[in-house]
Structures are given as C-alpha cells and as structure tokens.
C-alpha cells in the first residue's frame, strides 16, 4: 500500500517510540501535520519554535529519551537554532524535523526558504536534507541512533514538502548504514588499570564529575567507586544529583560559583579523576593555574575533549557509565589481590575543616527584603530532595544549583554550556510532559523568563502542573552584579522594573493562579499554596533584592585560588587595591581593581 512521505514521517517517528513531540506548523511542513491527527504520537503546539526545542530538550534531560521538535522552513528552522546549540553544547539527544520548500525551488530565494542544514552544520551532531521518499525512514532511524549514542546531541532531518507530498512504498527501516559512525564504549583495559593505579597511589584525589555521568547512566557506579576507594566527589553544574547531595563523600559543586570546598578541594588535589567533564572554562577558572599539582585521569565518550583543555595523564575514551563499571571491577580485584588503599584520613580531615569554616553565607534579616537564598532553601525544604527543578540563566540559577539538595540524577535540568536566557519556561513544561509523576519547578529570573513567556499559553491549554516561581529583582541581576564589582556601579541597561510587566496579572491573563511575595515570614505559605495546585500551572512573583549577589565568586579568567566568598571580602580586596594603586590607575568610573581581579573583568 503506498503512503505519503509525511505520513512515511509519522510512521517512523511512531516507529522509534516517540510519544509526543513538540512543534509549531507551517507552510512547508503542513503536509505532515495531516498524519498526525490519526497518529498515537500527541502533538504539544509550542507558541515558538525556539520553545518547541527546549521542551524538547527538557523532556530529553528529564527521562533520558530522545526529545522531538518539528517545525517549517525558513523562520521555523531558524527559530529551533537556538535550542539546537543549547543541546548540542550540553550533549542532549533531540531529533528536529523541519519542513522546507520544495526541492525544485531550492537555492532560488523561494518564500520561507534557509539553508537550514548549512545554518545547522555547526550545531547539530548530525544533518541531512532528504530528496526521496524511501530514504525517510532510514534517516530517522540514523537520526535516532547518532542523538542518543556516543556522545548525545542533536540530529536534524529536513524535509522538503514535494518529499512529504509524494507518494510510495513504505518499509520500515532495516537496519543502520552507518559504516564511519562506530562511538567508543568501552574503555581500554591497559588505561582503566593504570587509572586505578593512580588512585592507589594519590593521597589527595578527587572525583571530578560532569554531565557524562548522568548522560551514560552512570551513577550508581560513580556511588560505588567513591565509596570503594573513599573518595571526595565533585559534581558540576551539569552533574547535580549524580552523586546524593546528602552523601557524606560529595563536597558540593565546583566552578565559579562553586561551593569554597569543592574548589578548593580541586585546587589542592594530587589527582583529577575527570568523569564525563571537559574541563570547562566555568570550572577551571585561569587554566594555566587550574589544580597545578594533580595529576589527571580523564574519561570522556568524545576522544576530541580528551588533552583539549588540560593536558592528562592517563586518558580513556569511552562511555562514562561503562567505564566507572570497568574501573570498579579493576579497583575491587586490586584490592582483592592484597593492594592497600591509600590512607586519606588526613585529607578528609582537612576536607572537613574546610567545609565547616567555609559556609554559604547569605543573611536574611527579619522584616528586611526578601533574599532570594531565602526563598530557594525553603523552597529545597519543601521538595526535600523530590522533583525536578529547572532553571533559566543567571543568579537564580547559580542559586539554585548552590541552595537546593538534589539527590537523584536527571532531576536538576538547566542550560549549561550555551547559557540560554529563556530555556526554562519551555524546558520545565517538556521536562513535566516526560516526568508526570514528579513535580517540576521552574525556578526563572525575571529577565530570563519574560524571553519565553509565551509558552504560558501552551502549559496552560495542555494543562501541564508546572509551578513557576520567579526570582524578581526587577533586572538582569548577573549583569547588573558584574556592572557594580567591575564597572564602579556604573549600571547600563539592566533595569527591568518590577511592575511591567505585573506577573500576578500576568497569571490572570493566561488562566492560572498568581500569587506574589515580598517577605521572608510568606514564603512557605505560598509555596504551599502553589504545590498544591494540582491541574494546571501557576506563578508566583518573588519580589527580592536587587542588590544582592551571587557568592563565592571566582572572577572569569581569574585563578581559583582567588575565590571570593561575600562581597565584604570583594570590597575589602577593592579597597585594598586602591590603596596600594597610584592616582588614576583603575577600571572605568576608576575603579581600583588588584591585579587578580582585573584579569576577570572579561566574559
């Protein structure tokens, strides 16, 4: 029986397992929204296509599955770019299909034509404009398999509408041709050895662990190997809940709003042993002095991050996951076999001390103005340790990540590496659409969330129970902190105002509940008036402090061993600067800034 390409399209999707995709429909890609009615497959209308593949990419964070976004040409395709170098920077598997314009018209300036695969090359894991109809099955189950094996990423396929019009035989696909396409999975046996021999012999390792660890599902093996060998562990922005937050080995998060002792503990190590990480700029502040002493382990799925930062020692290419398992099994019969772990008794003791000088130190005075910290640890009571918790960008969102426990894998979802302002209104509604069983917070900075905003409408009309709190400071809080620590306070375009828009209204005008706070002494009641909506989403407007500021602080391009834990410590190194620099030296407005911290005054 012949069938069209589109519905050859919606057959193969239904083919690989897809549930539900998210899209907006067009001109081009129309023939294909016809199918779809008569489908299994739901279809989750997006307001923009930009929300489309970052409901995509949550629903691919929160289960583990392979996301799907569709759109047209032209616009349609543009608009899903941005969430296509989100996934592609932070290894999410998600499949895009865009429709484009009809093949004889391609290359002529047709309406609503792009060269979406040229747009794409450079952010997608892989592309391919199809040009017959046989070929739609086979290149959606190769899409399919490159999002979701090696390292993760986005695949897009592009489907022009003669294609989708036409009509033929259809054969599921038979097999993968993917001769040059073969990831390394397992690690090599001599190296895996070797590493385990570097950890008996370290007397101040650390675990370092990334992303690929929840990517490859390897977290129960990264629990088993820090406990074998009594290891501290790291987790990065991106691995938060690879390891329980309330796990006595796990020093918190690294990087450059980084918990003091995870830093430091990097810092002062004799081994690295990098898992899924590559070794980011966030992380390892100047590079030339990144944990200068240590020696490094690095296992990484992707041989191109492997030396491309840091120079290792012993490296392994392959999965995260398989890899850890290979290195319990290589620990345990080294220990069988009469070899002694190293005595880290002193090192932990020195761990500890560190943690207990070394707190988050935020203060919330009665009666005073809301602090956000305020609002993020009742709102990690609450959770207690349950649900997911998605972020946009900016100071909620290193907030978050510092404040709130996680202790399961894939239940802390944010953009990482591209740093997407707007990811986290639509991510939260694909990450509840995966996940309906958990509740999801979206916890969004003002600015961040008035850029996707619209997707309001589509978690309201799918009636998907997401809560939506929002840390309003009323401007673009991380700008304006590197305006007043860098630039003398000399604040430009960061105001955003409390009141435009006004988010209860905002509620009212989408058909949800709306709430707003201002004050310490409300918080948890209106957290649990907003949990307890059950049916559909809801708002509230945190209404917090302007001038309060992420810490610690490592300034960008600047050594971790200058981190700065409060901005009373900011301001007496200020001040001490000034005092030792000669008449007009200093940084715009005439700022004296000492020398370490000049060096970060670059994005």
Not at 290 to 308: L, M, Q, S
Not at 437 to 445: C, E, F, Q, R, T
Request: charged share 20%.
């Amino acid at each position: 029986m012949e069938i069209t390409g589109a519905t050859a399209v919606i057959r193969a999707l239904e083919d690989q397992g897809v549930d539900v995709m998210f899209g907006h429909p067009g001109g081009a890609i129309l023939p294909a929204y016809d199918p779809m009615l008569d489908s299994s497959i739901r279809h989750i209308l997006a307001r923009h296509e930009q929300g489309a593949g970052h409901m995509a990419e949550g629903y691919a964070h929160a289960t583990g599955r392979v996301g799907v976004c569709i759109a047209t040409s032209g616009p349609g395709g543009t608009n899903l770019t941005t969430a296509l170098a989100d996934a592609y920077m932070d290894s999410v598997p998600i499949v895009a299909i865009t429709g484009q314009v009809p093949t004889a018209a391609v290359g002529g300036d047709a309406f609503q034509e792009a060269d979406i695969t040229g747009i794409t090359m450079p952010i997608t894991k892989h592309n391919e404009m199809i040009t017959e109809p046989e070929r739609i099955a086979p290149a959606i189950a190769e899409a399919f398999h490159i999002a979701s094996t090696g390292r993760p990423g986005p695949v897009l396929i592009d489907l022009p509408k003669d294609v989708l019009n036409a009509t033929f035989e259809y054969q599921p696909a038979d097999g993968l041709a993917l001769p040059g396409y073969r990831p390394t999975t397992r690690g090599h046996g001599k190296m895996v050895r070797q590493a385990v021999a570097e950890i008996l012999a370290a007397e101040r390792p650390v675990i370092y662990a990334g992303g690929g660890v929840i990517k490859a599902n390897g977290s129960e093996g990264l629990r088993r190997l820090a406990e074998t060998a009594n290891l501290p562990v790291v987790t990065t922005l991106m691995a938060r809940g690879a390891l329980p937050d309330s796990h006595p080995q796990h020093l918190g998060m690294p990087g450059m709003h980084g918990h003091w002792t995870a830093v430091t503990a990097m810092q002062k190590s004799d081994l690295l042993i990098a898992l899924g990480a590559r070794f980011d700029d966030r992380v390892t502040g100047k590079l030339g002095s990144f944990a200068p002493g240590a020696r490094v382990i690095h296992v990484d799925v992707d041989p191109a991050e492997i030396g491309k930062n840091r120079a290792v020692d012993v490296p392994i290419v392959g999965d995260a996951g398989i890899v850890i398992e290979q290195m319990c099994e290589a620990l345990d019969a080294a220990l069988a076999s009469g070899q002694r772990a190293p005595d880290l008794s002193g090192w932990w003791r020195t761990l500890a001390e560190w943690q207990a000088e070394h707190p988050l130190h935020d203060t919330q005075e009665p009666g005073g103005v809301l602090k956000p910290q305020t609002v993020l640890r009742a709102l990690s009571e609450k959770l207690d340790g349950e649900g997911i918790v998605v972020t946009g960008v900016g100071q909620h969102q290193m907030w978050a990540s510092q404040l709130i426990r996680y202790e399961q894998p894939r239940t802390w979802i944010n953009s990482g590496g591209l740093g997407t302002m707007g990811f986290c209104v639509p991510a939260a509604i694909g990450a509840k659409v995966g996940r309906p069983d958990l509740p999801v917070i979206a916890v969004d900075g003002d600015g961040s969330f008035q850029m996707t905003l619209q997707e309001l409408a589509t978690a309201r009309s799918e009636n998907i129970p997401v809560v939506f709190c929002i840390i309003n400071n009323g401007s673009l809080g991380m700008v304006r902190q590197w305006q007043e620590l860098f630039y003398d306070e000399r604040y430009s375009a960061i105001d955003l105002g409390f009141d435009v828009p006004d988010f209860v209204k905002l509620a009212d005008a989408y058909g949800m509940p709306g709430y707003r706070c201002d004050n310490a002494a409300e918080v948890e009641a209106t957290l649990d008036k907003a949990l307890g909506v059950a049916d559909g989403p809801v708002i509230i407007d945190f209404r917090c402090d302007q001038t309060e500021k992420v810490f610690p602080m490592v300034p960008a391009g600047a050594s971790n061993d200058d981190i700065i834990e409060s901005a009373e410590e900011w301001y007496e190194q200020v001040r001490a600067g000034a005092e030792a620099a000669p008449a007009g030296d200093g940084e715009p407005g005439g700022h004296a800034l000492p020398e370490h911290l000049r060096e970060g005054n670059v994005v």
